[in-house]
């Protein structure tokens, strides 16, 4: 849009020459806070009746700017609506454009509020939209793992600490380690979302307005649980949107350490599982490669989301009271949160219900590399052994083993039996990774039994939790 035509700016009263150009642009926000459109008309429908309700507008002129927004509505819908860099955001723009089209009610819309109120007002309708779906992508993996700790629950493979073989456990319960993680990120999420549930609106710019205004009757149209306290917190603390990048930092942390897991499973090395060839790439000299990009891209995408929370926190800190234009910043690296995450949950969600996993390689990856000493020390120990005692027997017992290039289970009765002379036939019961793994049969322990009942009750929480 040329000078001459450029729109009126809403605030020129007290101006006496026009914004510099760079200036102009440096301070629009509209190219990203645009999608917040369908918040803001929402804010303003809602703001615009309560009006109404307490005479301050007429009933004719709310209908006029209900309709008038109603359709800017459908215009930016379906791209007939025309965004100005001079109408700096998405506030200015659509009040403009509802003056444009309605004439003089369009000009009493802004009674009684100001973009302080509404911009705070319409982030948090935003992210409360946000929040809901992410909740429900969570529950979308967390269901796929169940299915996956109960096909596997019996599935042997080498659980790892210091990334060595430490004890057996079932794939089974490595999934239900998962679905803990995602339990604590999706309760993180609705906990975020009682805080975000509150209304600005009414705040005005600072110190709320000289209109006999009803907040609650406003709150209560927008689904929110209650009028914001202080008109000075409300219209300039972003404490909402930090607390969101965090709950979605940690999630991004745990869906780092499943791709992590991912990538190393399905690397020749591990070889434990199969990614579909939907979900990896090749690459464009070493035609045998089958590279699981999406994990690795979801490990990646953590760092942009932790840098987010940081970016957050450091333009809130030191912010006099109340609004400032700092905050405007707060759009975009929310926006790419959302976004990112949105993105990894979507391709999780649907790459999890793929995985196959090699059962096989995951036993012989776990009868290497003494999984079940833990077992023999604690078979020492019922026969009268002192624990100390057992760890060290079983110690000497693992280094003739790696001498010997041999297992625990590989030995003979007569050459365990020379490390310790309690140890007798039933010794063998327990080396197997399935004596192993059935022993640990108490709740949060990784016996095919125990997932199995914890896979249920998960089931039984899903069902009572909204
Ligand atoms: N675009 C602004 C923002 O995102 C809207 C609020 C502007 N308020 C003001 N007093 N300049 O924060």
Known sequence: MSEDNAPAKLWAGRFHQPTDAFVEAFTASIEFDQRLYRHDIAGSIAHANMLARQGIITPAEAEAIVAG????????????????????????????????????AGKKLHTGRSRNDQVATDIRLYLREEIEIIRNQILALQNALLLLAEREAATIMPGFTHLQTAQPVTFGHHMMAWFEMLRRDRERFADCNRRVNIMPLGSAALAGTSFPIDRHYTAQQLGFSQPSENSLDAVSDRDFAIEFSAAAS??????????????????????????????????SIMPQKKNPDVPELVRGKSGRIFGHLVSLLTLMKSQPLAYNKDNQEDKEPLFDSVDNLKGCLKVFGEMLPTLRCKPANMRRAASRGFATATDLADYLVRRGMAFRDAHEVVGKAVAHC?????????????????????????????????????????IGGTAPEQVRQAVQRARDHLAVTP
């Open 402 to 442: 790696v001498e010997q290039e041999k297992e625990l289970a590989d030995l003979s009765l007569a050459e365990l039996g020379g490390f310790a002379p309690q140890i007798e036939e039933d010794v063998f019961r327990i080396l197997t990774l399935e004596g192993s793994v059935a022993a640990r049969n108490h």
């Open 250 to 283: 940690l999630l991004m942390m745990h869906l780092s350490r499943f791709s992590e897991e991912l990538v190393l499973w399905s690397s020749a090395q591990f070889d434990f599982l199969e990614l579909p060839d939907s979900f990896c790439t090749g690459s």
């Open 69 to 104: 927004l109603e359709e800017i509505r459908q215009d930016i819908e379906q791209d007939r609506f025309s965004w100005s860099i001079a109408l700096e955001d998405v506030h200015m723009n659509i009040e403009a454009a509802l003056t444009r089209r309605i004439g003089e």
